[in-house]
């Protein structure tokens, strides 16, 4: 393949070790991975520099996962909040209703996985602690409690009124007791960003997908009476 100049390869690299080196690693391992990356036709050669060091990086993850995650307390502890709510909610959920319930856990887990994924990637907060080295999102929040609580404010609040009094309050609760509560115990760690757009980014999501899954209802509803 055709390489980089010497002179923006180490540029290039200089520029990634700079933001990554409590990794560990030094331009003559990312020298060594880059000589060994083939490209493609019309493949912008910083790709294959960019690619190796995703690589050198996920790897580095993992060993520290399996080093200060694996079976520790805290891994043990998101482990049981991300699969235990979820069988409380199975006791208490309406199963005449679950279809419409169900999708408003499904598109709540869409939207704060999305959103999670850009805030990590963007460098506002971490995760010390994951249960999973290659899930950059912080799976007890996203996949359990998030949706889990709206569901069940979708399904005891039909009425838009109660609803927003809920979402509200609920907000409240993630923004200031269960994310300092992760931030004291060193499974959250936040960089550049406030609990006030958190609070208000989780009343957004309660209005705009009850707003979503009631049309979607409605919708679904209309063409079975057709």
Not at 9 to 16: C, P, R, T
Not at 67 to 81: A, G, P, Y
Request: a neutral charge; charged letters at 10%; glycine letters at 6%.
């Amino acid at each position: 393949m055709s390489t980089v100049s010497n002179i923006q390869a180490d540029l290039w690299i200089e520029d990634i070790l700079n933001q990554h080196l409590a990794l560990g690693l030094t331009k003559v391992d990312m020298r060594f991975m880059i000589e060994g990356v083939g490209g493609c036709m019309g493949e912008p050669e910083q790709a294959a520099i960019i690619y190796q060091a995703h690589m050198a990086f996920t790897q580095q993850r993992i060993d520290y996962w399996v080093q200060n995650n694996l079976f520790t307390w805290q891994w043990w502890f998101l482990v049981v909040i991300l699969i235990l709510p979820w069988f409380l909610w199975w006791k208490v959920v309406d199963k005449k209703r679950i279809l419409s319930i169900l999708s408003m856990g499904l598109v709540v887990i869409g939207t704060a996985n999305w959103m999670d994924q850009v805030g990590n990637e963007l460098g506002w907060w971490y995760y010390p602690y994951r249960i999973l080295p290659f899930v950059s999102q912080f799976g007890p929040v996203n996949y359990s409690s998030m949706p889990i609580s709206y569901m069940l404010l979708y399904q005891i609040y039909p009425r838009w009124s109660a609803f927003l009094v809920a979402a509200v309050i609920t907000a409240a609760v993630f923004t200031w007791v269960i994310e300092p509560l992760f931030i004291w115990l060193g499974m959250y760690h936040v960089v550049f960003w406030k609990s006030s757009y958190s609070f208000l980014i989780y009343i957004l999501i309660a209005i705009s997908h009850k707003g979503l899954v009631d049309l979607l209802t409605v919708i679904v509803g209309k063409s079975k009476s057709e």
